[in-house]
């Protein structure tokens, strides 16, 4: 899976490159992001963390009032169970909320790349992708600014 990813990333990074040489002109706008650094300062992200913290609070007291209970009321095997359950219910959770947040990041790249006039915007994320990129090129800021804008927007919609 890793080395498809990385086949893509060249792939896209060989065809913006011919893409630029050929260029003449019209010179296509490109630029990145930081694609770490934009997911974790989405408003999304930040909601989602919050979220997960109160569900693994509220689990930890569950947890916690089984334990206390005689052994003769309740067995290890139970809790244990009950801890597997509750753990693997916040990972699909966790998995699934990430896969809408990436959706909306992507979502709104995709419109932001249009208003603003660019023809690429690369993620760079140290998988091959972007093995280097000028400062000047790193719109991420920018991005983050028009995504939790967007974002704020269709929470009040809801």
Do not use: C, P
Request: zero cysteines; charged letters at 25%; hydrophobic letters at 40%.
């Amino acid at each position: 899976m890793k080395g498809t990813i990385i086949t893509v990333g060249v792939l896209i990074l060989a065809g913006y490159l011919t893409m630029s040489f050929m260029a003449k002109s019209d010179r296509q706008r490109s630029a990145f992001v930081y694609n770490d650094r934009m997911f974790n300062a989405f408003n999304g992200t930040i909601e989602l963390k919050e979220k997960l913290r109160l569900i693994e609070v509220q689990n930890r007291r569950v947890l916690d009032s089984l334990v206390t209970l005689s052994v003769s009321q309740i067995n290890t095997a139970v809790i244990s169970q009950e801890k597997s359950q509750r753990e693997a219910a916040v990972l699909e959770l966790s998995e699934r909320y990430t896969a809408d947040i990436w959706k909306h990041i992507n979502q709104s790249l995709a419109t932001y790349g249009r208003e603003h006039g660019y023809d690429f915007i690369f993620g760079a994320s140290g998988d091959g992708g972007i093995m280097y990129a000028k400062e000047a090129g790193d719109i991420t800021d920018d991005v983050i600014r028009y995504i939790n804008l967007n974002y704020e927007g269709v929470q009040k919609s809801n």
